[in-house]
């Protein structure tokens, strides 16, 4: 069993920055890839980023790439996203999942436990 919880959502004004993180506990967090997701109101879950459990690979929705950064650190069993020039399309609430693969995915039926969720509302 693994627990997520994000934190660091927030209101903020478009082209600003939020670094969103999601702490782990449970089962040994070096051994999951973790995801970020997103569900605005009305819509779809979406695949935001993604990481290995090494770290040393990463994959990002075409909508978020060279604006948001996924990240982690092993050792506080947290991951990370960095959102940049943040538009008020990116407003959604932000889940953190984890995944028991090796490999990373972006199809969320793949991901084994989920956080609660954080919200992001970007005023234009």
């Known amino acids: 069993q693994v627990q997520l919880v994000e934190s660091g959502g927030g209101l903020v004004q478009a082209g600003d920055s939020l670094r969103l993180s999601c702490a782990a506990s449970?089962?040994?967090?070096?051994?999951?890839?973790m995801g970020w997701f997103r569900q605005a109101p009305g819509k779809e879950r979406e695949f935001v980023a993604a990481?290995?459990?090494?770290?040393?690979?990463?994959s990002y929705a075409d909508s978020v790439k060279g604006r948001f950064t996924i990240s982690r650190d092993n050792a506080k069993n947290t991951v990370y996203l960095q959102m940049n020039s943040l538009e008020p399309e990116d407003t959604a609430v932000y889940y953190c999942a984890a995944d028991f693969s090796r490999y990373i995915h972006s199809d969320s039926s793949e991901y084994d436990y989920w956080g609660q969720g954080t919200q992001v509302t970007v005023s234009s």
């Open positions: 990481i290995a459990w090494s770290g040393g690979s990463t």
């Open positions: 449970g089962r040994t967090f070096t051994r999951y890839a």
